[in-house]
C-alpha cells in the first residue's frame, strides 16, 4: 500500500476527492463478478458507475439534479442524454432515456 493512501493522510486532509475516485476498470471487474454470481442488476450498477467514474464530479451532480422529480423538462433531459452519448456514457444516457419516459407518464417533468 502506498504511503500516500492512509488513515493518517485522510484525518489529517491530505487526501482529495480524486485520491478516492474509482478506477473505471475496477469497476468494470466488479461488474463481472456480479454477472458471474447471478446478479445482473448489480453487474449493471457497476457500469453505469465505471461510466460515471469518467465524468467531473460537478457534470455528476448536475445529472442527479436533474433526474430529480419536476426539475427538467423533456427537452432538457433529452439534451442530457444526448450529452452522456456522446461521451461514450451509452448505459448512463439509457438510464435518462428511460426516466424521461417513466416522468412523462407519471406526470414528473418540470
Known amino acids: 500500500m502506498s504511503e500516500k493512501y492512509t488513515a493518517e493522510a485522510a484525518v489529517d486532509g491530505k487526501l482529495g476527492l480524486s485520491d478516492l475516485r474509482m478506477d473505471p476498470a475496477a469497476l468494470a471487474h466488479q461488474a463481472v463478478v456480479a454477472e458471474e ?5 448489480l453487474a449493471e450498477n457497476f457500469l453505469r458507475a465505471a461510466e460515471l467514474a469518467t465524468i467531473d464530479d460537478d457534470q455528476v451532480m448536475a ?9 427538467s423538462t423533456a427537452a432538457e433531459l433529452d439534451a442530457l442524454q444526448s450529452s452522456l ?3 461514450g456514457a451509452v448505459r448512463c444516457a439509457e438510464l435518462v432515456r428511460q426516466a ?3 416522468y412523462a407518464r407519471r406526470g414528473l417533468l418540470r
Do not use: D
Not at 37 to 41: K, L, S
Not at 63 to 71: D, G, N, S, T, V
Open 37 to 41: 454470481h447471478g446478479n445482473p442488476q
Open 63 to 71: 445529472l442527479y439534479e436533474a433526474l430529480r422529480p419536476h426539475r
Open 85 to 87: 452519448e456522446t461521451r
Open 100 to 102: 424521461a419516459a417513466v
